[in-house]
């Protein structure tokens, strides 16, 4: 059996607007449904969703959807949260 240990990196751009009315709603919801955090945690927790399941389209439980940067946002339960279009891209290394 072999076994190897793989390093797993990417670089995702994102951006918001903590003042927004769209990104509050979110937060509250955030709060509320999945951890007591702040607007740092939150997106880690919706980047980390979107690249689990890797795809924008589908809303991220507590948060809302997220859109790309650049392009019209969601006209419903938008979270105020962009990333960039690469988001899916992971560079794979085997260590070692």
Same mark, same amino acid.
């Given at each position: 059996? *072999?076994?190897?240990?793989?390093?797993? /990196?990417? #670089?995702?751009?994102?951006?918001?607007? #903590? *003042? /927004? @009315?769209?990104?509050?709603?979110a937060l509250e919801s955030y709060n509320e449904l999945i951890s007591d955090g702040d607007a740092q945690d939150m997106v880690i927790h919706a980047i980390s969703q979107l690249k689990t399941w890797g795809d924008h389209y589908s809303m991220i439980e507590g948060v809302g959807y997220v859109g790309l940067?650049? +392009? @019209?946002? @969601? #006209? !419903?339960?938008? +979270?105020?949260? !962009?990333? +960039? *279009? *690469?988001?899916?891209?992971?560079?794979?290394q085997p260590l070692g």
């Amino acid at each position: 059996m *072999n076994k190897v240990t793989i390093e797993v /990196s990417g #670089e995702i751009k994102v951006q918001y607007d #903590e *003042n /927004s @009315p769209e990104f509050k709603d979110a937060l509250e919801s955030y709060n509320e449904l999945i951890s007591d955090g702040d607007a740092q945690d939150m997106v880690i927790h919706a980047i980390s969703q979107l690249k689990t399941w890797g795809d924008h389209y589908s809303m991220i439980e507590g948060v809302g959807y997220v859109g790309l940067i650049g +392009s @019209p946002v @969601p #006209e !419903q339960l938008y +979270s105020g949260i !962009q990333v +960039s *279009n *690469n988001y899916a891209d992971l560079h794979y290394q085997p260590l070692g």
